[in-house]
Nanobody, 124 residues
Framework: VQLQASGGGLAQTGGSLRLSCAASGRGFSRYGMGWFRQAPGKEREFVAGISWSAVTTIYADSVKGRFTISRDNAKATVYLQMNSLKPEDTAVYYC??????????????????WGQGTQVTVSS
């Protein structure tokens, strides 16, 4: 599976952005998907995850109520809708795929495939 993230850019505090992650190759509909982010000088951190069926979603406390993860298995795409953006949301955002699919994992090491990242910058 190859993942291609897009949709990053510059937003103002309180604004919105929608990230997309398109997958190529077989198996997407069976994979759990996650979004992570990495700010300069910091470790990569979990943002949101969704099970293969979209029944289960999990969010980091820092984004809960502001971000929404969703997926369209027919389009092999996962989305991250980001509202009420804050300067501390500034980071490179990565999408990732987990072959296990059912349980939504939150650790970097539990994901099998990674996209290239897309920059999100929120100005104050």
């Amino acid at each position: 599976v190859q993942l291609q993230a897009s949709g990053g850019g510059l937003a103002q505090t309180g604004g919105s952005l929608r990230l997309s992650c398109a997958a190529s190759g077989r198996g997407f509909s069976r994979y759990g998907m996650g979004w992570f982010r990495q700010a300069p000088g910091k470790e990569r951190e979990f943002v949101a995850g969704i099970s293969w069926s979209a029944v289960t979603t999990i969010y980091a406390d820092s984004v809960k109520g502001r971000f929404t993860i969703s997926r369209d298995n027919a389009k092999a795409t996962v989305y991250l809708q980001m509202n009420s953006l804050k300067p501390e949301d500034t980071a490179v955002y990565y999408c990732a795929a987990d072959k296990s699919g059912v349980v939504v994992h939150q650790r970097v090491s539990e994901y099998d495939y990674w996209g290239q990242g897309t920059q999100v910058t929120v100005s104050s």
